[in-house]
């Protein structure tokens, strides 16, 4: 054996307890589920949940007038369904906004990870809806907790012929690596109990699982619509013309850092080389392996592959999987990201189905006034023209239409006024805002609720500029996780309490350089005065066809971010 390192002995942290004494995830949810007196589960049971798909939530607008009347809050559950590549079909769809209706909050929140949200489930309601989300041959378990999550990949087949194998080979690996304990199916879908778990067997992940959740997205070039460089692991596709022939690997991509925690940060992966696809999925798993083993358990704060990576250096990491996994990693190979963002309108793929990039602000599927995105979808879902494909950026495409098809799917979005998308500014168009208040509980400021509000009054600036269908990317959240990818904004707003946001400039526009910090605790004069002196700026001064985030940067007005590298 060579001199590599040797996995660090931790001190676990009280969730890896947790973990190890939870016999395969079970814990006492079943006990907690029965429990009529509390809408909640217990504080332990709050982890386990987690990895079967669901999140403890309060109503947090109620959260004070609640405690003033001596009531618990408002408990209530956030399920998250994992689809891989983001493809559902009608069937699956009509069946979703069902459940939203039913159990939820009336509305589907597709993720930026390419995933369905239902938020304000009540306990009582939960198996209930995790069963209809199984009967479409669907499910939540490993949509979150430490474990591989879902699988994104681009999956708008106009885009290139590489998509089809691509989005099939993010199904593979996100089956590959799902939690083989029968938990999931016992507690959710009333199949048999085993005595104690001693059938269970995780051949990948152990008993304690991963140190952490754990990212992989794909993503074919010149598109990075999925951010591989935010996640644990990316694999950008290279091909030869329609032929895909294998991956560039990039590991050690997060965004999330905790404010005051110097030694927390976002950070982009780092390419380590390129493998044929035969050899991706083996890769893939040792890479997760490696992470299991070497991963920090003792600081959750501390424990995403990133750190990992940073603590023991990039070059040791590769080796280790080279080393354990018998395969040699190829040198990186040429490939080129134009954008991160969503394409919209008409595409053809080579199959002559057509594809529709929809615009959906930030995910959130519902009615609004004339604007019935909701009834839209479902009347497009009930006469089975297409499929329906989350994108990465919380929209959507509609897939697989034909040809005969397209004018009756314009004529259903154009009736209840969802498209066409024309007059939306290229700002709108572009920005992604996570959930945020009232449902996460980790919030310190509005996103979802906010963005749209101070996307008007940024449109107001941009149109005295003439930069209305200018795209630039405008990232918003309610707090330093990351889950908008907000230090991949050219303009990126990080909530720091109620009303107050960082503002960060500069992130490159296909994904590829972190923004920097700029100014901090702006209330909403303050960003829009800093970015009435930018945006005049940015007319007046860029070059031809020059990106807001590359101009902020040439004129050092911030310095460059990260720039993903290649070891
Ligand atoms: Fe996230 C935690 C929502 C994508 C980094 N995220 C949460 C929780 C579950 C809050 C909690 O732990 O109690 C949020 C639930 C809010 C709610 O009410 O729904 C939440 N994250 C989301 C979603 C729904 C945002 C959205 O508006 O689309 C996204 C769901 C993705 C999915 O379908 O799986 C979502 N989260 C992300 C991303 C983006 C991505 O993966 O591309 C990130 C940054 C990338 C990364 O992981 O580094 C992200 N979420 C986090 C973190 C920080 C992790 C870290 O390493 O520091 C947390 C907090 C944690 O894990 O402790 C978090
Ligand atoms: Fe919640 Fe923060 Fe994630 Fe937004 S970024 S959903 S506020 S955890």
């Known amino acids: 054996m060579s001199n590599l390192p040797k996995p660090t002995e931790w001190k676990?942290?009280?969730?890896e307890h947790i973990k190890t004494n939870s016999n395969y995830l079970r814990g006492t949810i079943l006990d907690g589920l029965a429990d009529e007196t509390t809408g909640a589960i217990s504080n332990d049971d709050t982890q386990l949940i987690k990895f079967h798909g669901s999140y403890q939530q309060t109503d947090r607008d109620l959260d004070a007038e609640r405690k003033k009347q001596k009531l618990e809050p408002l408990y209530s559950f956030m399920i998250r369904a994992r689809v891989p590549a983001g493809i559902a079909t009608a069937d699956q769809w009509l069946v979703f906004d069902r459940l939203a209706d039913q159990y939820?909050?009336?509305?589907?929140?597709?993720?930026t990870r390419q995933a369905f949200q239902w938020h304000g489930v009540l306990k009582r309601n939960l198996k209930k809806t995790m069963q209809g989300i199984n009967s479409t041959l669907l499910d939540s378990i490993a949509a979150c907790g430490d474990v591989n999550r879902n699988v994104m990949a681009t999956s708008n087949e106009g885009l290139s012929p590489l998509v089809?194998?691509?989005?099939?080979?993010?199904?593979?690996i996100s089956d590959h690596l799902l939690p083989k304990t029968s938990a999931y199916h016992e507690i959710w879908l009333n199949q048999q109990l085993l005595t104690g778990g001693a059938q269970d067997e995780e051949p990948i992940y152990g008993k304690t699982y991963l140190p952490r959740k754990f990212k992989i997205a794909l993503a074919v070039p010149p598109y990075n619509d999925t951010d591989v460089f935010a996640n644990d692991i990316g694999l950008i596709a290279i091909g030869d013309g329609n032929k895909l022939l294998g991956y560039n690997v990039a590991i050690g991509g997060g965004m999330g850092m905790t404010f005051g925690m110097d030694d927390t940060y976002p950070r982009l992966a780092d390419v380590i080389g390129y493998v044929d696809k035969a050899n991706a999925l083996a890769i893939v798993e040792e890479i997760v392996k490696v992470q299991r083993d070497y991963g920090n358990r003792e600081n959750r704060k501390l424990s995403r592959l990133k750190y990992t990576l940073d603590r023991l250096g990039t070059d040791v990491f590769k080796e280790l999987v080279e080393e354990r996994g018998g395969i040699k990693f190829e040198p990186a190979r040429p490939y080129e990201f134009k954008q991160n963002g969503d394409v919209f309108g008409w595409t053809q793929a080579a199959s002559k189905k057509w594809y529709l990039g929809l615009f959906?602000?930030?995910g959130r599927v519902r009615d609004a006034g004339n604007y019935k995105l909701k009834s839209a979808l479902r009347d497009l879902a009930r006469i089975?023209?297409?499929?329906?494909?989350l994108t990465g950026n919380q929209g959507l495409v509609l897939g697989r239409v034909d040809e005969v098809d397209k004018e009756r799917v314009e004529k259903i979005l154009e009736k209840y006024n969802v498209f066409p998308i024309d007059a939306i500014s290229g700002l709108r168009r572009n920005a992604i805002a996570c959930v945020a208040l009232n449902t996460c509980t980790l919030a310190f400021a509005e996103a979802e609720r906010y963005l749209p509000s101070l996307n008007t009054k940024i449109e107001a600036i941009l149109k005295e500029s003439d930069l209305e269908q200018e795209e630039i990317l405008i990232r918003m959240t309610g707090c330093p996780n990351g889950c908008g990818r907000p230090f991949l904004g050219e303009i990126g707003l990080i909530g720091r309490s109620l009303g107050k946001y960082n503002?960060?400039?500069g992130a490159g526009f296909s994904g590829d350089r972190l923004n920097t910090l700029y100014r901090e605790m702006l209330d909403e004069d303050g960003i829009l005065k800093e970015l009435s002196l930018l945006i005049p700026q940015y007319a007046e001064e860029r070059k031809p066809g020059e990106r807001f985030g590359d101009f902020v940067v040439r004129k050092g007005i911030v310095n460059a971010g990260q720039q993903v590298s290649v070891i």
């Open 164 to 172: 089809p194998e691509v989005a099939a080979f993010a199904k593979t």
């Open 384 to 389: 089975k023209v297409c499929d329906f494909r």
């Open 104 to 111: 939820a909050n009336g509305t589907l929140k597709l993720t």
């Open 503 to 505: 503002l960060y400039l």
């Open 360 to 362: 959906v602000e930030h």
């Open 12 to 15: 676990p942290s009280p969730v």
